[in-house]
């Protein structure tokens, strides 16, 4: 594991100093631009039968469980990381468009990306039943909180747009991982497939996330109120994320959903009444060191699973197209969920585009798709998959701080406060 973790380390470093000195893109997307390109190259090497060892790159990234590492290593870190420092007030004032796309947003994509994707594969002669197609619609229907934030945080957006598509995305990786469980469940035969069994399932999973995570993160709140020591603080917020996340495993609810509450908690409450100007100033400096490092390992990991993927032409080619079901399903979503909320108050008229484009997806999708079973549509849906999770971080995420930008040219427009 220390060999594992140190050259992916080593990696990663080195291809965030080649992007940094020659291709200058936000550091995440340069890591994976050239991981890909790597994979390429030692794809085409492998191929050629040329310096057969170069293939062992793909061997040694077999040992590596992509969905164990992130969503029972690195994700409890990041989701913390980006929660701490999502304001906790502008959050409960967009708690209506938050909880819609939340919830409402993640079945309704579900379900226009289930039913395209079965008749889609159907056409191109390679049908997948309707339920596993559905699967693949929950797989790539949540936005990806690490994705978003990091992209967000060079985008320059306003601050109450910000909390919108990093709120919305913090929370409804709980819902759709809950809800990813109960299809597969279904599927695969493992579990019941009553609405009965699915809402209990939400019920523990959700709530149960939800009171845990307030249990810990307040536990540890009012463990700092009663200490001044940078050191000692910082121990404990990471003593939070690793105990916490290893807790909600034990009692299988969303950790998702636990470390959300927990960073909202000592990113708000905590930060305010329990932490000195400095201890607040070290804190932040670990966080954002932590968020970045497992970031950039994570994009790498992105970037190299390509070497993994079967490259059927007709799977690149149903990506391509799911890539724009899947943005269009976000739109639809989006924007019902916006009709809901002018009901109570005036929006901001480009809210729409901006929080369709602002959802991009990432690792945790190609987490899910990697973890579903073995069966004859799992290469083409693994493949999908990651077509869409590409597309989706060097469209999106390359164009969102231009398309903030354009929206919010003048000076003199309102942002979408509400």
């Not at 409804?172 to 597969?184: M, P």
Request: aromatic share 6%; with cysteine; charged share 10%.
């Amino acid at each position: 594991m220390f060999e594992t973790a140190s050259l992916l380390v080593v990696i990663s470093a080195l291809f965030a100093w080649i992007n940094d000195r020659f291709i200058r893109l936000p550091t995440t997307i340069g890591i994976m631009v050239i991981a890909m390109a790597f994979s390429v190259l030692l794809l085409a090497l492998g191929a050629a039968g040329t310096l057969d060892p170069l293939r062992l790159g793909a061997d040694w990234l077999t040992e590596i469980d992509f969905k164990r590492t992130l969503m029972d290593g690195m994700l409890a870190f990041l989701l913390f990381a980006g929660a701490l420092h999502v304001d906790l007030k502008r959050l409960v004032q967009s708690r209506l468009i938050i909880g819609l796309l939340a919830t409402a947003g993640v079945l309704i994509s579900t379900t226009l990306i289930g039913l395209a994707s079965y008749l889609l594969f159907q056409a191109i002669g390679q049908p997948v039943p309707f339920l596993y197609c559905l699967v693949f619609g929950v797989i790539v229907s949540p936005t990806d909180p690490v994705a978003v934030l990091g992209i967000l945080k060079t985008a320059g957006a306003p601050k109450s747009l910000e909390v919108k598509i990093a709120g919305e995305s913090l929370f409804n990786d709980g819902v759709a991982v809950v809800l990813f469980i109960a299809l597969l469940g279904i599927v695969t035969g493992a579990g019941e497939a009553s609405a009965g069994a699915i809402a209990q399932l939400f019920a523990i999973e959700v709530i149960g996330g939800v009171v845990l995570g307030a249990v810990t993160g307040g536990l540890c709140w009012l463990l700092l109120l009663r200490i001044d020591n940078y050191t000692v603080e910082i121990l404990l917020t990471l003593a939070l994320v690793m105990g916490g996340y290893s807790l909600a495993q034990k009692l299988h609810v969303s950790g998702v959903l636990a470390m959300v509450i927990a960073g909202l908690m000592i990113g708000n409450p905590g930060r305010d009444n329990a932490m000195s100007d400095k201890t607040q100033a070290h804190l932040d400096t670990f966080w954002e060191l932590i968020d970045e490092i497992l970031n950039a390992v994570l994009f790498l990991l992105i970037g190299l699973v390509m070497m993994l993927l079967p490259l059927d032409p007709m799977a690149l080619l149903a990506g391509l197209v799911l890539a724009l079901v899947t943005l269009a399903a976000r739109w639809i979503a989006v924007s019902l969920a916006t009709r809901v909320l002018r009901l109570k108050t005036a929006i901001h008229p480009k809210l729409v585009t901006l929080l369709t484009w602002g959802g991009l997806r990432g690792g945790i999708s190609v987490a899910l798709a990697l973890s579903l079973p073995e069966s004859p549509w799992r290469n083409l849906l693994v493949t999908a998959t990651y077509v869409i999770v590409v597309l989706s971080i060097l469209t999106q995420g390359l164009s969102i701080k231009g398309l903030i930008s354009a929206v919010f040219a003048d000076s003199q427009q309102s942002t979408p406060d509400r």
